[in-house]
């Protein structure tokens, strides 16, 4: 298990950029997913961006030529710069980490999956 805080919502007009951003508690070196999913009122949780332990990122359809998802192991954060926002990207935004392991002294834990507490995007004018 491993503590996720993201940060950089608010409240933006039609076409304008957010930059989002996931501290983890520890390490996420070993972790072998870090993504982004985001939920607005009345619908299902679904995946925007993921950034494997090798770098390999993918996106959801909608927002792949204006998301850029990054992923920084030396800051043990994940970051989602979001461009040309419009109201249907208007959701909680939450930061997950899945699979690979937590290493803790020389000891290294399987790891499942853990997340965020969410932070609210709103694009409207």
């Known amino acids: 298990q491993v503590q996720l805080v993201e940060s950089g919502g608010g409240l933006v007009q039609p076409g304008g950029s957010l930059r989002l951003s996931c501290a983890a508690s520890r390490s996420i070196r070993n972790i072998e997913n870090m993504r982004w999913y985001r939920q607005a009122p009345g619908k299902q949780r679904d995946l925007v961006a993921s950034v494997s332990r090798n770098g390999v990122t993918s996106y959801e359809d909608s927002v792949k030529d204006r998301f850029i998802v990054s992923r920084d192991n030396s800051r043990n954060t994940v970051d989602l710069q979001m461009n040309g926002l419009g109201p249907d990207d208007t959701a909680v935004y939450f930061c997950?980490?899945?699979?690979?392991?937590?290493?803790?002294?020389?000891?290294?834990?399987?790891?499942?999956?853990?997340w965020g507490q969410g932070t609210q995007v709103t694009v409207s004018s």
């Open positions: 997950n980490a899945q699979g690979g392991s937590i290493c803790r002294g020389n000891a290294c834990y399987r790891h499942d999956t853990s």
